[in-house]
């Protein structure tokens, strides 16, 4: 499975345990505005999307403008990763160890969120330095460039500045809209699930599902 030359990551849920705090901020958010939402529902509903989408979703749901709901949600979910330390997903170091020890596959980080969010929490979690190479970072946020996932830009983007072709790369996401992403961007997809369930990823059209990132390591000879 990971006979290639470039593993992408996603960030938050698999790399990053930031889901469970993101999402139950973002419902808090919604409950807020006029939006009565749970946190295992913004998970279902909102997981791996754009939050500029999001919010013309609520706006559309409450009948007016939001200007502060994105505002405020960050806001939050900031001061949550400076008070709760950030932990990893299962077999994230183990696989990132293994990877090091192989010295045959570049490795980068791509996600929706934006860039400081995703500093925020590979430094809480222990893992920036892991995404530099010779001083420069191996992260890539959708903000940067404009296009966010399920289109395909953001892995393209990723390849192209890690000097590989699409079909010399393999995805590792846990939400919908990330297979769906590296389907149109050409790329074999390993789909974690969690939070997502193995049936979702499956439909959407990963190439492989595993429940932990353990289960790579055995692509590796782990």
């Known amino acids: 499975m990971l006979d290639c030359q470039l593993i992408i990551f996603d960030c938050d849920g698999v790399l990053v345990d930031t889901e469970p705090v993101t999402n139950r901020l973002l419902a808090e958010c919604l409950t807020e505005i ?6 295992q529902q913004s998970i279902e509903t909102f997981k791996g999307r754009d939050l500029h989408v ?12 939001l200007p502060d709901l994105l505002p405020t949600y960050r806001s939050r979910m900031f001061e949550a990763f400076a008070s709760e330390p950030i932990g990893l997903i299962e077999g994230a170091l183990e696989l990132l160890d293994a990877l090091d020890e192989a010295g045959t596959h570049k490795r980068c980080v791509a996600s929706n969120g934006p860039m400081n969010k995703m500093q925020a929490s590979l430094t809480s979690a222990g893992l920036i330095d892991r995404f530099h190479h010779e001083g420069e970072a191996r992260i890539y946020s959708a903000y940067d460039i404009g296009i966010w996932k399920p289109e395909p830009g953001l892995f393209l983007h990723a390849a192209e500045r890690m000097g590989s072709r699409p079909s010399d790369a393999v995805v590792i996401e846990d939400s919908v ?7 149109r961007a050409g790329m074999r997809v390993v789909g974690l699930a969690g939070l997502t ?9 990963a190439t492989w599902v595993i429940t932990s990132l353990n289960e790579v390591l055995v692509g590796l000879g782990g």
């Open 34 to 39: 006029g939006w009565p939402m749970t946190t």
């Open 197 to 205: 369930s193995a049936a979702a990823l499956e439909e959407a059209g």
């Open 177 to 183: 809209s990330g297979i769906v992403a590296a389907n």
């Open 54 to 65: 999001i919010r013309a979703e609520a706006e559309a749901k409450v009948g007016r403008e």
